[in-house]
Structures are given as structure tokens and as C-alpha cells.
Nanobody, 123 residues
Framework: QVQLVESGGGLVQAGDSLKLSCVAS????????MGWSRQAPGKEREFVAGTSWNGVTKHYADSVKGRFTISRDHAKNTVYLQMNSLKPEDTGVYYCTADRSLRGVVVTTADYWGRGTQVTVSS
């Protein structure tokens, strides 16, 4: 079992930055690929960013490329999502995910999901 706890969400204005954190716990969490997905009101969950277990391979949704950066700190069992130049369309609940494969993270079929943290971007 892997437990994921997100933090760092909030209400910001367009153009602002925000950094989300996700602390993972569980015996094998350090060997899992991790990432972030989000869900806007009335929309399906969508992939945002993902990183391989060793942080070497990273993927981003086209809508966030160049603005968001995913990173992980194994010593702290934490994955981060630095979000810059935020737009109102970035509003939603952001979920931390973990899976044995990066593909699982990217296609949003990850084995483990956190409870989510709300990000609201006002125009």
C-alpha cells in the first residue's frame, strides 16, 4: 500500500505561481512512478505531469508544458509540482498519483491516488 497526502493548494490570481507537495508513505513508495492529475468542475480527470521513480524521465500535458515542473525528493519521499504563470483554466482539484509504471501515471490509471488539493485561479 502507498499513501499519498497532498498540500499547497489555494486561491491565486492569473499569472501567479503555486507549489504543490505530495508526501508518499509505504514500503515501496520510493520505487514508484509518481505524478499529478487534475479535475476541473464538470470535466474528466486529466493527466498533468509525471516522473519516473528515479526522476530521469518526465512527461507533461501539452497544456502545462513550459509552465509546470515536476520534481521529487527521495530523501523526503515527496514529489512537487511547481506551477508558474497560472491560468484560470488550471483551476481544479489536483491529485497526487503513484504507480509501478510511468505509463499508469500518464494514462490516469494509477494504482494509488491522494485525496486531492484545490487550486483556484481567478482572472
Amino acid at each position: 500500500q502507498v499513501q499519498l497526502v497532498e498540500s499547497g493548494g489555494g486561491l491565486v490570481q492569473a499569472g501567479d505561481s503555486l507549489k504543490l507537495s505530495c508526501v508518499a508513505s509505504g514500503r515501496t513508495s520510493s520505487t514508484y512512478a509518481m505524478g499529478w492529475s487534475r479535475q476541473a468542475p464538470g470535466k474528466e480527470r486529466e493527466f498533468v505531469a509525471g516522473t519516473s521513480w528515479n526522476g530521469v524521465t518526465k512527461h507533461y500535458a501539452d497544456s502545462v508544458k513550459g509552465r509546470f515542473t515536476i520534481s521529487r525528493d527521495h530523501a523526503k519521499n515527496t514529489v512537487y509540482l511547481q506551477m508558474n504563470s497560472l491560468k484560470p483554466e488550471d483551476t481544479g482539484v489536483y491529485y497526487c498519483t503513484a504507480d509501478r509504471s510511468l505509463r499508469g501515471v500518464v494514462v490516469t490509471t494509477a494504482d494509488y491516488w491522494g485525496r486531492g488539493t484545490q487550486v483556484t485561479v481567478s482572472s
